[in-house]
């Protein structure tokens, strides 16, 4: 996988003025858009279109500062259909437009070309089976909410301090298959996995494809496929947001399994009666790289 991003990086380099293709680029080096977006995402901490807008920016303001061009010729051969658009981007970088940056000589925030690197710890090990699910229903309690990478998301806590007590007995009374109990879901994520943008969170649990569903709940229908399941314990949510992000780091780089798309979900298996810690599962939809 270090290997296959490093080569995403160069095929950026070297199309840097055209449209990003992720599909061809990830078919290109032998991967899917789904995984490649979402590795991209995790390990250089920034969207894969973000990178490309940086580079092509950091690339532009040479252009912009050496005045060889006019705008608008710069703008086009960057990507941009208008001195409008290049603008907005080239401000949203550097913090100044361009007709300012031509003038003054700046500012300029430069992207560096990155490079993956794979550093081998092997002080932990993680806690991980794969499982093979046939399709199964996730119902519950669902709402569109920011996603947030670190700490508690104030506004999953609240959808879920919103439920009467009597809800969550009911839910797991309801759940009949693999994951168990009651189920953090976190559906239709931004393949960029970019902080703010927006996810579907259930509240719920598992239940057979061939189960009734309550009509008050909300229903995600999942397919039928592998999971790579992670147990965690340790301080809530740091442990489980840590795993989260190992997974990336150091999982995925050094075994045969990319993500696919679908819902992750948490299992939360034993905790303290204030949250301060957990026992979890964190399932993550894969399949053979």
Same mark, same amino acid.
């Given at each position: 996988?270090?290997s296959a991003l ?14 990003l ?6 078919a ?24 490309v ?10 252009a912009?500062?050496?005045g ?25 970088v550097?913090?100044?437009g361009?007709?300012?940056?031509r003038?003054?000589?700046g ?9 993956f ?21 996730? +119902?519950?309690? &669902?709402a569109r909410?920011p996603?947030?990478?670190h700490?508690?998301? /104030? %506004?999953? !806590?609240?959808?879920? @301090? #919103? ?6 007995d ?5 759940a ?9 879901v976190?559906d ?25 569903v ?5 229903v +995600?229908?999942? &397919? ?10 340790? /301080? %809530?949510? !740091?442990?489980?947001? @840590? #795993? ?14 990319r993500?696919?798309?679908g ?8 905790r ?12 993550l ?5």
């Amino acid at each position: 996988m270090i290997s296959a991003l490093n080569q995403l990086v160069d095929l950026v380099e070297e199309r840097l003025t055209a449209e990003l293709d992720v599909e061809t680029l990830a078919a290109t080096v032998g991967t899917t858009a789904y995984h490649l977006r979402r590795m991209f995402s995790s390990l250089a901490g920034m969207p894969l279109s973000e990178y490309v807008r940086r580079r092509r920016m950091t690339i532009a303001a040479a252009a912009v500062v050496r005045g060889e061009d006019d705008l608008l010729s710069i703008a086009v051969r960057h990507g941009y259909g208008s001195t409008e658009a290049f603008g907005r981007a080239f401000r949203s970088v550097h913090g100044a437009g361009p007709s300012d940056v031509r003038r003054d000589g700046g500012p300029l925030r430069s992207q560096p070309q990155l490079r993956f690197r794979l550093t081998v710890e092997g002080s932990i090990s993680m806690d991980t089976r794969i499982v093979d699910r046939p399709a199964f229903r996730l +119902i519950g309690h &669902a709402a569109r909410v920011p996603l947030i990478h670190h700490g508690v998301n /104030p %506004h999953i !806590q609240q959808h879920v @301090a #919103a439920l009467p007590a009597q809800e969550h007995d009911r839910l797991k009374a309801l759940a009949d298959t693999e994951p168990a109990g009651l189920l953090q879901v976190s559906d239709d994520v931004d393949p960029d996995s970019a902080e703010g943008s927006e996810l579907t969170y259930l509240h719920g649990v598992a239940i057979s494809a061939d189960t009734p569903v309550p009509a008050d709940l909300d229903v +995600i229908e999942v &397919a039928a496929g592998r999971w790579a399941v992670f147990r965690t314990a340790g /301080p %809530h949510p !740091q442990t489980l947001q @840590a #795993a989260w992000a190992a997974t990336a780091t150091e999982w995925f780089p050094s075994n045969p399994w990319r993500l696919r798309p679908g819902p992750s979900m948490v299992a939360v298996l034993d905790r303290a009666a204030d949250f301060s810690t957990a026992t979890c599962e964190l399932w993550l939809p894969v399949e053979p790289a």
